[in-house]
């Protein structure tokens, strides 16, 4: 899909270069396994759907510093000091390690790791700031999506979001995984080249309000797009507007509202439609659509076809951020290595790296996820679950071409379907899907504090 | 500040290229004007801070199509069916406009312009998604951190979001104008190599965990950067970790607080290095901080002397979009220039290239906005008000370099020292900031409404 975006190995918190120099310093060089997730779900959503694996791994496999980035490193008044042998170090840095990843598309919740990576320390940690806010984002606007796709009972979702995305690449970001999420497409074209989602556009009011004549306007633009001319006609009046294009003969594909109240309008508009035999043409609608509104103007009866959604959408307006974290959970130490976990208040980490088992029922409905240690044998939990990391990538290589976008769509389209009774609902159910840790992952921790004096 | 990133001009909606292909077509080539303006302030802010200027002008000045981007637009079935001509149009295309726009770091308004385009009518269109997503986003972050910066009384704010940000590129862009809005810096080095952001650091969790022996990091740590060291003192147990700071005999600049009661903890924490002489150690608190929390800490005397804001200053967690827009105004015709308006429900645009006139009281303080004709007299209104809007580009190219960051920061935070009684409030007062349009500006919008048969 054409070229990618160079991402500077400057995409990263200070911090994570400080620690670097330390470790470096101090010849700090061990293997550390370091773990994404979220650690519990906005309070709007009962699940998400993991994405951005993709750009992650494509970013793994290359990052390094640009000597400009080197000199500008060199130049900051905590590094002057610091010797040659490390921007040497940095030089050369490459990602070598190893990722293990949850699917895109796959179904998550709070505490699962999406991620994990093992590698030299200081090259788990420089990546950091990237991973996290590729994978949350990414998962942000692909859970997001599921709603409003899932709200739409069918009828397709455009993801129009771009203009108020924050930023323009967060814009081609979101329009993959709106698409991932379940999205027909997107009007961001960029997203089109650059991944392959489908594009979809309409017709502005600014084209209509610069022809001033609205019929000459809306006969312009069909003549030219024959097959795929959806007309706005809100600009002025809304009925007004389609006499026009009866007047002139057209039999555009659709016609799109963009304000007032949808589900009346829809309804004045469809009936005048099918009065005159444009029973074919198509009833679009956007206007400050979220999951919310759809579902009521559906429940409303409005004939709406396809809806457009913005804001809502690009920018997961109700929980604008997960609040994903990175976690030290292994590193290996002159003695071999060594578990690691995190007792802060009520930010726990539990040591060691880890699986994730799901279980289904025999409709293969999801039952219970159990995260355990990596290395566990699922029998000592009388289970059979299915893990869901697997290894993506070894020595800083991928293992495999990831799957394609459409073929990460259809993964999230049954993985949703196999989702409990009610965790589809948009309003969130009060009992969230059961998550636990296994036995031995419950005595790793009880050990890591004893060991470190905590009660 | 080093390269830019290349932004492709398809980080436009699809129907951007669409209406480009008709207005072409058709030989609809009239230069065309274009304001960009966020209709209402959310209920959570009550001013904006203006931001996205320089990353929008750089853009306008490369902005081109590649060969690659062409033939993705041939292939595709909407574009398939149209002329060579069009085509050679895109390779040739160039932004060869006149840009007005408010200063980055102005406090702005709901309805008043932050920018107005006028070109030729299809460059106009084609630049509108990537000029709404970046002001929109950077004035978004802008504003926000204004309010944190307000609420720490003087004490720095250093922003903390790049890893909860929607993506890299939307940290970066986030980084920048939490400056403008008043923040000491950035946890993002790249911010600081692309725009001069001061950067900061402290230490993670991680590099604790991975010393295991909490004492012996701070002391690596410390010993390799004496006169930056920030602490971490949370992650096994936070009165404890000073005692290891006083017995490896440290003297660390800050020491920094990430969960737990922040307000309780730091009072702990600075009698404890009061104590034991460390009374040059600062407090630096973070974990999940805000505007509210921010000053809610103060209020019961916790004494932090800076903060780190991540998730709520990066995506402006609680108004997370603005909704900005951008509207025809006016567009030549064969008949000469002729204003646009337009009156879908509660989406009424008025009509005319506008300025923006700030009334100020004798001590600066700002009294009322009127929003009037470009062209209008200031005295039809008896006013003296400033004009806000300035032409910062022609024929395509910058009038001028922009103002430093530096500069523009200070601007800022003049401004913000002028706005009236109540607006810096962090609750939002009962009374918005008096903006209203001119009576030569009302008169036009009843004319062209009339025009166009509206009553």
Known sequence: ?????????????????????????NNFRGQASFELFVRSLPKERSFLLAAGLDQTLEYLEQI???NDDIEYLRAQP???????SFFDYLKGFRFSGEVWAIPEGTPVFGEEPILRITAPIIEAQIVETFLLSTITFETL??????????????????????????????????????????????????????????????????????????????????????????????????????????HAGLRPRAVRLDSGDLGQLSKQVRRRLDQVGL???????????????????????????????????????DAPTLGGVYKLVDVETNEGPSYRAKFSENKV???????????????????????????????????????L??????????????????IIRAVAEKEIADLPEGLRDLRIPGKAYPVRFSRKLEMLLAEAKQRMGVV
């Open 1 to 25: 899909m054409a070229e990618s975006l160079r991402h500077s190995a400057l995409f990263t918190d200070l911090y994570e270069l400080t620690m670097a120099a330390a470790y470096f310093e």
């Open 64 to 66: 390094h510093f640009e």
């Open 78 to 84: 905590i590094f002057s000091h610091l010797s040659n």
């Open 141 to 246: 606007i692909a859970s997001k999506a599921a709603r409003v796709v899932a709200a739409a009972q069918g009828r397709g979702i455009v993801e129009f979001g771009s203009r108020r995305a924050h930023g323009p690449e967060a814009g081609v970001l979101a329009a993959r995984a709106a698409y991932i999420g379940g999205c027909t497409g997107t009007s961001n074209v960029e997203a089109g080249r650059r991944f392959g989602v489908p594009i979809y556009g309409t017709l502005a009011h600014s084209f209509l309000m610069a022809y001033q004549d609205e019929e000459k306007g809306f006969q312009d633009f069909e003549k030219l797009f024959p097959d795929h001319a959806v007309l706005l006609i809100d600009t002025y009046d809304t009925l007004d507007a389609i006499e026009k294009i009866v």
């Open 279 to 317: 029973r074919e043409t198509r009833i679009f609608a956007s206007s400050d659509l979220d999951e919310f509104v759809i579902a009521d103007l559906l429940a409303q009866g409005a004939p709406i076809d396809n809806f457009g959604v913005g804001s809502a959408l690009a920018t997961s307006k």
């Open 349 to 387: 980490t539990y040591p060691g790296r880890k699986q994730i088992f799901r279980m289904r029922d025999e409709n293969g409905i999801y039952q219970e996820d159990i995260i355990a240690c990596a290395d566990e044998n699922c029998e000592d939990e009388n289970h059979d679950g299915e893990p």
């Open 389 to 406: 990391l697997s290894c993506v990538m070894r020595q800083g290589k991928r293992l495999a071409a990831s799957p394609s976008l459409d």
